[in-house]
């Protein structure tokens, strides 16, 4: 987790002293939230993990996409799978994504569980007829007589020096969409226990993981490695108890924000940070009874910032919650243009720790610089 | 597999007995004295490729020998008699409604094409899936969906068969396998082959095998879908899987108001089919008999684990490509051309001169399928708008989907839930 922020951070002495101190309260933070955390899993392994027992337990459930198969994954989270469930149930597709993401629909429409990988969810502009006019809306169309019980998964977002086509986050267009469910794991507990969740529901899901985040560790309890953990869609997790502010974020971000609010707190605000795990359905619950406690809101996206998963936020809590707000709410997502490829400006693009430590603190009206120096 | 025995030879020789006597002249030159350019070689291509067949049917001697002896009993004839005038008087009902006002949007209909939908439809199961297009209103009435639950969906009533949320381009029914109704050229032929894709791993995976055989998926689409990518894409699919589908393609020669020959490089669809290693054949789509025994062996290849086959019905749409295309860009001696070829004309004349059946008999099932089609229109005037409180429903199968309240239970369990969408 702090391997892949450091090299985002740049080399400033400041904040270089600010990361030795960081890691060993980042780690008893993470472990707080849990009873006996002995074992470490990554996030890959407990997305495999998941694929493997909820394959296990249902045969209807079965893989699709490039490379799944026999090169284990384009990311390895499909390690193993092949061998263990054949050729049948991983299928190694040729590099259709109209064509087998629409198989993937009508083979779920008779029943069967497909689990769609898209090798990064860019490619799923190629599909996303399929994945909005055949998938979504098929149960409403029907009036509840065809029922989608698919899941899409693959990384989303923004990785290292990958370029403009390969970089976009799509987790405001998907979520726009009546009919989806959008969910967005950050550690491996919300991995495993969100994709297994989403693959046992009925419905279209949208499953946006990072692949930033594959290779980090996280703590899991006896809870989450039991093959029947399921985490509730539609829910939030209160990563972190605060006063002072509430910060949003999701997926890569919710470990930025964790980091942001450790810095915080050296500073006397108290930050509570709030790891969305379900962008569609948004937990509004979750979201107004914080800022009704906090007064104050800053929400955190990789993407976009125009028609975001912020403003929706933004709206939610002017709509139910108005007068509890002491301040304008702040709103920090990726630069408003295509991602560059050059290291710095790429670094520019996407939020970083200072930016969501700038932003609550105007949030709680301390005076700072308004944009980046570096 | 068939597959290796292809030679391009076999291809472009036409069987002749199909292209015999039964048939109407051939077809003037579509568009010979329009300015529109067109490169002479497509032009006699179209004329002359009647019936090209594939290696696959070549053995079949009863379609080989289309004027003689065609299986079909009387049973069979009427019930396709009856499938056809039911298409027929349904459309021609639905264009009625339209200008009344009862029906709105956009409508898009059959007329014209009945034989391709008979001709294949009849032959499936309840267990084997149809998926259609916009155009698909036949389809559902061929497939079992009731004529009432049709037109009370088209005037967008409650009691329609999607409870009036799909409409006229959405037809879907769970209990009869049609699996919609979509309205983007393409779209239903990747669901189609998944369809097809959900029959096999039942079978394999699963172990739900039938003593049947495999269950079928028929994909039917028209003449531009086979411009686009996702119809190559699965057609690559099918094939390499081996799925049980047959791709029927609808040429009835118009897309809106482009002509296939402008559109298409290759206008012989079926030739398609072998590119990708299995068989296309090219029938003619206004004889219902002849569509019959081309799907009977299409049908049964899928059914018997043997693949994939394309099938392009030549066809024709009498009206205009909606109710709003004021269609004047098809000339008129190429409408009175097909309309000669009426495929409920034809198989009538076909009853009678073959003794199987009086005309007053055919006269009854006319009278019986007005009567019908009048009963469903007035079951539909007669059935409720949908609630208000239907809006918000079926979003989701899981309505949990909705997400969590302020008091931390299910939003949709709120009894507040339906009044407004502010709250959701």
């Known amino acids: 987790m702090l391997g892949a922020a450091r090299r985002q951070l740049g080399s400033g002495p400041m904040l270089g002293q600010v990361l030795q101190r960081l890691r060993p309260a980042a780690a008893t933070n993470a472990a707080r939230g849990y009873s006996a955390a002995a074992k470490e899993m990554t996030v890959r392994d407990a997305l495999n993990s998941a694929l493997d027992e909820e394959m296990s337990a249902d045969p209807s459930v079965f893989l699709m996409g490039e490379e799944v198969g026999e090169y284990q994954g384009a990311y390895k989270i499909t390690k193993g799978l092949l061998d263990k469930y054949g050729p049948d149930r991983v299928l190694d597709t040729p590099i259709t994504e109209a064509g087998f993401t629409g198989i993937g629909v009508g083979a779920a429409y008779q029943g069967l569980r497909p689990v769609v990988e898209f090798m990064t969810f860019n490619f799923s502009m190629q599909a996303i007829d399929h994945i909005i006019n055949s998938a979504a809306k098929s149960n409403y169309m029907s009036a509840g007589q065809i029922s989608v019980p698919i899941v899409f998964r693959g990384p989303n977002g923004a990785a290292a020096g990958v370029g403009a086509q390969h970089s976009q986050c799509y987790a405001a267009w998907y979520a726009h969409v009546p009919g989806l469910k959008v969910l967005t794991p950050y550690s491996a507990e919300d991995a495993r226990g969100l994709l297994k969740a989403a693959i046992r529901d009925p419905d279209p899901v949208i499953f946006l993981e990072n692949e930033l985040l594959y290779g980090e560790s996280f703590p899991v309890s006896a809870e989450v490695l039991d093959s029947s953990f399921c985490l509730p869609i539609g829910k939030a997790k209160i990563e972190r108890e605060g006063k002072d502010v509430t910060i949003t974020a999701f997926s890569k971000m919710v470990g930025y924000a964790l980091q942001a609010a450790e810095i915080l707190s050296k500073e006397g605000i108290s930050a509570e940070v709030i790891n969305l795990r379900s962008i569609r359905p948004l937990d509004r619950a979750a979201i107004n009874a914080s800022v009704r406690k906090t007064n104050r809101l800053v929400t955190v996206e990789e993407g976009f910032p125009q028609h975001g998963v912020g403003a929706e936020i933004c709206m939610s809590v002017v709509e139910e919650c108005f007068e509890y707000l002491d301040a304008p709410v702040e709103r920090i997502a990726g630069a408003d243009v295509p991602m560059p490829y050059a290291a710095n400006i790429e670094r520019m693009a996407v939020p970083q720790v200072d930016d969501i430590v700038r932003a609550a603190k105007r949030a709680c009206y301390r005076a700072v610089p308004m944009a980046a120096t570096a | 597999m068939a597959a290796a025995s292809f030679t391009t030879a076999k291809f472009l020789a036409p069987v002749a007995a199909r292209s015999g006597g039964d048939r109407a002249p051939p077809l003037p030159a579509i568009g010979a004295a329009s300015a529109r350019p067109r490169r002479g070689a497509q032009k006699t291509r179209l004329r002359t490729a009647l019936a090209v067949s594939s290696d696959v049917l070549a053995g079949n001697k009863v379609v080989q020998a289309a004027a003689g002896h065609l299986a079909v009993t009387r049973e069979e004839a009427l019930e396709l008699y009856e499938d056809m005038v039911l298409g027929r008087v349904f459309e021609d009902m639905c264009a009625q409604m339209y200008y009344r006002g009862k029906m709105f949007g956009f409508v898009h209909l059959y007329n014209g094409q009945e034989a ?309």
């Open chain 2, 116 to 424: 391709v939908s008979t001709g294949f439809i009849k032959l499936l199961n309840q267990a084997d899936c149809v998926v259609s297009t916009y155009r698909d209103h036949v389809h559902a009435l061929s497939k079992g969906v009731p004529a009432r639950s049709v037109m009370a969906e088209l005037f967008g009533k409650a009691t329609g068969c999607c409870r009036g949320q799909g409409g006229s381009m959405h037809m879907f029914s769970a209990p009869h396998n049609l699996l919609g109704g979509f309205a983007f050229i393409g779209e239903g032929i990747p669901v189609a082959t998944g369809a097809a894709f959900a029959a096999k791993y039942r079978h394999e995976v699963l172990k739900q095998s039938s003593p049947k055989g495999l269950d079928v998926t028929l994909a039917f689409f028209g003449d531009g879908t086979c411009n686009n990518g996702q119809f190559f894409e699965c057609l690559n699919m099918a094939q390499l899987w081996k799925l049980p589908i047959v791709f029927v393609v609808e040429n009835n020669l118009w897309a809106i108001g482009v002509s296939h020959l402008r559109a298409t490089s290759d206008p012989e669809i079926w030739k398609k089919g072998p590119a990708f290693g299995m068989p296309g054949v090219h029938v003619d789509g206004m004889g219902v008999l002849k569509v019959r025994e081309v799907a009977k062996e299409a049908i049964g290849r899928a059914r018997r684990d043997e693949g994939p086959t394309l099938v392009e019905c030549e066809t024709y749409r009498f009206r205009g490509h909606s109710l709003a295309d004021p269609d004047e860009l098809r000339r008129p001696d190429e409408k009175s051309h097909y309309a000669a070829s009426d495929p409920i004309t034809a198989l009538k004349n076909y009853i009678i001169e073959k003794n199987l059946a009086t005309e007053s008999e055919l006269k009854s099932i006319e009278k019986k399928i007005e009567d019908v089609v009048e009963e469903a229109v007035e079951f539909a005037d007669a059935s409720p708008h949908p609630p208000r409180s239907q809006l918000l429903e079926n979003v989701f199968a899981d309505p949990k989907g909705f997400g969590i309240g302020p008091d931390g239970k299910y939003r949709c369990e709120d009894p507040k839930f339906t009044q407004g969408t502010a709250q959701v």
